[in-house]
T-cell receptor
Framework: DAKTTQPPSMDCAEGRAANLPCNHSTISGNEYVYWYRQIHSQGPQYIIHGLKNNETNEMASLIITEDRKSSTLILPHATLRDTAVYYCIVNKGGNYGGSQGNLIFGKGTKLSVKP | AAGVIQSPRHLIKEKRETATLKCYPIPRHDTVYWYQQGPGQDPQFLISFYEKMQSDKGSIPDRFSAQQFSDYHSELNMSSLELGDSALYFC????????????FGPGTRLTVT
């Protein structure tokens, strides 16, 4: 079972920031928080990941609380093309042996960006 | 940049037939994952391979088998197909960077009639 909880859906106005929350209260010390998204029937797309510190890349920012029990994915200026299902996934990473690297997808948050 | 290639993109089979799905990972990626996504469902992990050896097994039916070849491409073999096998099948690959970013292919849409 997925170890994360996300709201089933959210709306965001185009051009505004989209803040997607995720609860992962049972996360272990060596587990990362990953975010992926899936645009209708396309292959899931990696967005960002983090362990303890906040992270930023060209797509998004990831804010992880100090106790690591929750996180927020931030899309700073949402566009219509950001409409997708966003998945927050907890995983050990450390893929040298491939073991335990598989992703367990929960229900995700369906983000609708509206003009 | 090169992405994960899957073939075929669409496949129609009849019940009890067999199907073979192929996956070509991103160059220099040594790990391949297979996921199944039924209609209206979230992706479910099937099986993974690292350096040509099976590394993890998920909810893969016994009718399915898979392998990774010396060039790192992978094939998912599905026999005695059932209507319930109709789904999108995604392959993902990752490299030995230690943090398991998986890059997904466009998927193969299998329809069993």
């Amino acid at each position: 079972d997925a170890k994360t909880t996300q709201p089933p859906s959210m709306d965001c106005a185009e051009g505004r920031a989209a803040n997607l929350p995720c609860n992962h209260s049972t996360i272990s010390g060596n587990e990362y928080v990953y975010w992926y998204r899936q645009i209708h029937s396309q292959g899931p797309q990696y967005i960002i990941h983090g362990l303890k510190n906040n992270e930023t890349n060209e797509m998004a920012s990831l804010i992880i609380t100090e106790d690591r029990k929750s996180s927020t994915l931030i899309l700073p200026h949402a566009t219509l093309r950001d409409t997708a299902v966003y998945y927050c996934i907890v995983n050990k990473g450390g893929n040298y042996g491939g073991s335990q690297g598989n992703l367990i997808f929960g229900k995700g948050t369906k983000l609708s960006v509206k003009p | 940049a090169a992405g994960v290639i899957q073939s075929p993109r669409h496949l129609i089979k009849e019940k009890r037939e067999t199907a073979t799905l192929k996956c070509y990972p991103i160059p220099r990626h040594d790990t391949v994952y297979w996921y199944q996504q039924g209609p209206g469902q979230d992706p479910q992990f099937l099986i993974s391979f690292y350096e040509k050896m099976q590394s993890d097994k998920g909810s893969i039916p016994d009718r399915f088998s898979a392998q990774q070849f010396s060039d790192y491409h992978s094939e998912l073999n599905m026999s005695s197909l059932e209507l319930g096998d109709s789904a999108l099948y995604f392959c993902a690959s990752s490299g030995r960077d230690g943090v398991n970013e998986q890059y997904f292919g466009p998927g193969t849409r299998l329809t069993v009639t």
